[in-house]
């Protein structure tokens, strides 16, 4: 008697013309098979052992139903793990701005973050981390360099906590800016706590001026490039953080290219959210620019194989469909604490949902504890039936609940932008080995 092949739950394919691919969903390794041998395999799998034995090996076919369960509970365990390590902290040093950039959702306060509140922050979020593990600090805005007395001063207190043991070696300083404010006694400071520079850019000049404004309604383009030429010069590592624009897409298919010229190494496309936004402010736009974003995505990826410059949004997605490894698009989900400058504890740096404020904190900040980042958590795929029946379930983070709240209502629910862009960047790469 035949021995009844049981068939992983998360088995899915694909067919192109006369190919299929074959895989399973939570353990993505591609098996290419024509139609006629997928067929003769079902009706009679004795007489193709060594397709059985690779269906057995890719999980397509299981021993048992339990070895489903226990593969999304490792994939699960693994989440978990991560997020309730919040191995970033974002301080938000203003959310005054010295630019006014059309598409930017950011409400601009002159509040400005103590040194006191800062260092409180620093050294609850310290607490969390042993000396060997890998954690980020981010100077955020607004413009976090208009306050630039808590930011030099957060620079030296870190590295004394650094020199006392009382924070990880292994942690990464980011400072997220605009980088007009850059002058050259910055430079000095920038260089001494090495410091990794991510400077705002949306490509060639046209498309960046188009959005990317000062206050006197002038574009920033040349600006910038001259701050990125002067970063560069000083051997600042510097990266970019490029947003997606009607604008600028049709150009970003090459952006690496682009950059390439200026020796940057790596740079990250932003999805513009909010509905707000006139050029997403009906389902269909949106849809229109999800898509968009999702083609720039790839053709870029396709287009810059060879130029040494990496985009991380691709990065990410190729990592986690390799590694079979967790994705998480949204650090709000309990690994990253947020610190506003008036001492508010949140975990989004956009969503005004304080959490715990630094007055009230004594030693140690537990924050995915609270019953928001509980309920945020309910929403990541790995928890929701419907996720796990797509293809892309492997690459999706959950992607962001601010644009969830804004485009749905409510940020429990589905952030459409991720459902579009991941898919068509699974589609490439379960084929990208045929």
């Not at 009706?43 to 269906?55: A, C, V």
């Not at 978990?80 to 010295?98: D, G, R």
């Not at 040349?222 to 604008?247: F, R, V, W, Y």
């Not at 396709?302 to 949004?313: F, I």
């Amino acid at each position: 008697m035949k021995k009844q092949l049981i068939f992983s739950v998360f088995l899915s394919f694909q067919d192109k013309r006369n190919k299929l691919v074959i895989f399973n969903k939570l353990y993505p390794v591609p098996v290419y098979i024509t139609k006629k041998e997928w067929k003769s395999f079902k009706i009679n799998h004795q007489n193709n052992k060594k397709l059985l034995k690779l269906f057995l090996k890719t999980k397509i076919i299981i021993n048992s139903k339990k070895e489903d369960k226990d593969l999304l509970y490792n994939y699960i365990d693994k989440q978990e793990k991560i997020l309730n390590k919040p191995s970033t902290l974002y301080l938000v040093l203003t959310k005054n701005c010295n630019l006014k950039c059309r598409y930017c959702l950011v409400d601009q306060s002159c509040d400005m973050m103590s040194t006191r509140v800062a260092r409180k922050g620093i050294r609850l979020w310290a607490n969390n981390f042993k000396n060997n593990e890998k954690c980020f600090i981010v100077f955020y805005g607004g413009e976090p360099i208009l306050n630039i007395e808590t930011f030099i001063d957060s620079l030296k207190y870190i590295d004394n906590l650094k020199k006392k043991n009382r924070i990880s070696k292994k942690v990464s300083i980011i400072l997220s800016t605009n980088g007009i404010l850059i002058k050259q006694e910055l430079l000095k400071v920038l260089k001494k706590y090495k410091v990794y520079v991510v400077v705002g850019l949306d490509g060639k000049r046209k498309p960046n001026d188009f959005y990317r404004k000062d206050k006197n309604n002038k574009g920033t383009f040349l600006k910038t490039i001259e701050i990125i030429k002067i970063l560069q010069k000083n051997k600042i590592k510097t990266g970019i953080s490029t947003a997606i624009t009607p604008k600028n897409a049709k150009e970003a298919n090459n952006l690496s290219l682009f950059l390439k010229k200026y020796k940057i190494k790596e740079f990250g496309f932003n999805v513009l959210r909010g509905k707000d936004l006139k050029f997403l402010s009906s389902e269909k736009n949106r849809k229109e620019y999800y898509n968009k974003v999702a083609k720039v995505i790839i053709n870029n990826y396709l287009n810059s194989k060879n130029t040494g410059v990496v985009e991380t949004q691709m990065k990410k997605r190729i990592t986690s469909f390799k590694n079979k490894a967790c994705l998480i698009d949204c650090g709000g989900y309990g690994n990253q604490i947020v610190i506003q400058p008036n001492g508010d504890i949140s975990n989004c740096p956009f969503l005004n949902n304080k959490l715990f404020n630094i007055k009230n904190i004594k030693n140690k900040l537990i924050i995915n504890s609270h019953a928001i980042i509980k309920a945020w958590r309910k929403r990541l795929p790995l928890y929701d039936k419907k996720c796990l029946d797509c293809d892309a379930v492997s690459i999706c983070g959950g992607g962001c609940p601010w644009n969830a709240k804004e485009t749905n209502k409510d940020f429990i629910k589905k952030d459409n932008s991720v459902c579009i862009i991941n898919k068509k960047i699974f589609n490439l790469l379960i084929w990208s080995k045929i």
